[in-house]
């Protein structure tokens, strides 16, 4: 199995996913074609995503957990880490594990 082989990737220019619906749209596919990695660049994303109060990354991190499914975020997100201390570790310590992966480009994508 070659590395594309593992990759479900949403296009860049997909409308921004605000809600936990429209993460599992995309886990779900990815599940059922058999990938074992989702790639999502950060405009595919809302911004709420971000502000860990809102909840919504936990619980696209708590889905990706139960579908074995690892993520990979692609972009810059320093601004966003400026902002937040608690988005700051939360990002620190998705790298050290796991099922999310946050990077600044596709080829630091650990399989």
Same mark, same amino acid.
């Given at each position: 199995?070659t590395?594309?082989d !593992?990759i479900y990737?949403?296009p $860049?220019? #997909?409308?921004?996913?605000?809600?936990v619906?429209?993460f599992?749209d #995309?886990?779900? +596919?990815?599940?059922?074609? *058999?990938k %074992?990695?989702l790639v999502?660049?950060?405009? $595919?994303?809302d911004?709420?995503?971000f502000?860990?109060r809102?909840?919504l990354?936990g619980e696209? %991190? !708590?889905k990706l957990?139960?579908? #074995?499914?690892?993520? $990979?975020?692609i972009g810059d997100?320093? $601004?966003?880490i400026? !902002?937040?201390?608690?988005?700051r570790?939360?990002?620190y310590?998705? +790298?050290r *594990?796991d099922?999310? !992966?946050?990077v600044a480009h596709?080829?630091e994508?650990?399989?």
């Amino acid at each position: 199995m070659t590395a594309s082989d !593992q990759i479900y990737a949403v296009p $860049a220019d #997909h409308p921004p996913m605000a809600k936990v619906g429209d993460f599992m749209d #995309h886990i779900g +596919n990815a599940g059922y074609e *058999g990938k %074992t990695i989702l790639v999502l660049p950060k405009s $595919a994303i809302d911004p709420t995503f971000f502000d860990l109060r809102s909840g919504l990354a936990g619980e696209v %991190t !708590q889905k990706l957990v139960n579908y #074995h499914l690892k993520c $990979a975020i692609i972009g810059d997100f320093e $601004a966003e880490i400026k !902002q937040s201390n608690a988005l700051r570790d939360y990002i620190y310590e998705c +790298n050290r *594990g796991d099922y999310i !992966q946050f990077v600044a480009h596709e080829d630091e994508i650990k399989l």
